[in-house]
């Protein structure tokens, strides 16, 4: 079993910053892939940037310039810097990672975190 683990969301004026942190743990022989993905009331869930195993990135439009990803590999761990925090970007955030379990067999499974919420006041 693989688990992921969200922290560091909560309530900060726009303009100000956050930084998530999300830790898997369990049975994990190597992950692939690691994101970020939010969904506002009402919306569907959105990818808001992704980072390969290589540290290769991808942002949504909505947080080029703003948002950060990165990962520590030792400690099976993605983060997400967001700077310059808008309203819109009110929601619950989710990680996500792409993950090789040491048993079974040897082929990657994508998990979620819970979610937590990051909310932005005008």
């Known amino acids: 079993q693989v688990q992921l683990v969200e922290s560091g969301g909560g309530l900060v004026q726009a303009g100000g910053s956050l930084r998530l942190s999300c830790v898997a743990s369990g049975s994990i022989r190597s992950i692939n892939a690691m994101g970020w993905y939010r969904r506002a009331p009402g919306n569907q869930r959105d990818l808001v940037a992704a980072i390969t195993s290589d540290s290769t990135t991808n942002y949504a439009d909505s947080v080029k310039g703003r948002f950060t990803i990165y990962r520590d590999n030792a400690k099976n761990t993605v983060y997400l810097q967001m700077n310059s925090l808008k309203p819109e970007d009110t929601a619950v955030y989710y990680c996500?990672?792409?993950?090789?379990?040491?048993?079974?067999?040897?082929?990657?499974?994508?998990?979620w975190g819970l979610g937590i919420q990051v909310t932005v006041s005008s």
């Open positions: 996500n990672a792409d993950v090789m379990d040491k048993q079974g067999p040897r082929f990657y499974n994508s998990y």
